[in-house]
């Protein structure tokens, strides 16, 4: 007798798993294509290229299931304030064909549209672009807050770019960031480089020549000093050089809006 309930029960709790799992399935549905050009899924760049859902911000995915003959869900999956969300719209069949006739009607997306596409999203390529920015060169970061932190860029690296300050290494989350001037490349001025060595020993040489009037010192010092101060300037000149090959390089600006910046948390 308890080995008939024990059987009873297991057979009790097989149908009831299997009526779940029917429920389950009949709440997800049957996920059906929007268009042969799209196929499963609704990405950021077919969305953009097609002007699906033009309304979402943060727009990154979208799916479309067939819960019944005549009514469809599209689960859609967005980023706001840094979180990944997900939202759902319904659409009888008929709203569902006029979408996907409007698909239809355009041509397929080639990838050099989705290059094209691409650069309109700008929030991901953020990373991209702070990867190719050359390190060791000074830039200037808007923060979000309303400081401007200038410094020499040291690494960029998990959404966070370390800046090296006259006064502190400072990590910012590039969500804090509102925008950021750099080089994208540094001018290699060499005709530049004698005069600037040049001025360089001058002005080392004019510095030891103020010593010398201020503290009058024999003959064999003034030229001592007159020695030690050129070859000052002329130890110098290479970080003069340098630095004026970085000056005279053209200034790249790239910003987000606080919106987009508040994508790349994820």
Request: glycine share 4%; proline share 3%.
């Amino acid at each position: 007798m308890m080995v008939r309930l024990s059987i009873l029960s297991k057979i009790t709790k097989l149908i009831t798993l299997f009526c779940l799992l029917a429920v389950i399935q009949a709440q997800n549905g049957e996920i059906i294509p929007l268009s042969q050009k799209v196929g499963l899924t609704l990405d950021a760049e077919e969305n953009l290229f097609y002007n699906v859902y033009t309304d979402i911000d943060g727009f990154e995915s979208a799916q479309f299931y067939e819960m019944s003959p005549k009514t469809v869900i599209a689960r859609i999956t967005y980023v706001q304030y840094s979180q990944q969300k997900t939202s759902k719209r319904k659409y009888t069949m008929m709203e569902f064909l006029k979408i996907k006739e409007m698909v239809d009607l355009q041509p397929h997306i080639t990838a050099e549209d989705r290059k094209l596409v691409h650069e309109n999203l700008t929030y991901l390529q953020t990373d991209d672009i702070l990867e190719g920015i050359e390190e060791d060169q000074f830039v200037t970061i808007h923060h979000r807050s309303g400081r401007r932190i200038r410094g020499t860029l040291k690494t960029y690296s998990d959404k966070m770019i370390t800046i090296q300050t006259p006064f502190s290494l400072e990590n910012i989350p590039i969500w804090n960031m509102e925008s950021i001037s750099y080089r994208e490349s540094i001018n290699n001025r060499s005709s530049w480089k004698f005069p600037l060595y040049a001025f360089s020993a001058l002005a080392g040489l004019t510095l030891a020549e103020g010593w010398n009037e201020q503290t009058r010192p024999y003959i064999d010092s003034v030229w001592h000093y007159r020695f030690l101060g050129a070859m000052a300037g002329l130890l110098a000149g290479s970080e003069v050089f340098q630095t004026f090959n970085v000056l005279t390089s053209p200034k790249t600006y790239f910003a987000l809006t606080p919106e987009e910046m508040d994508r790349l948390k994820e």
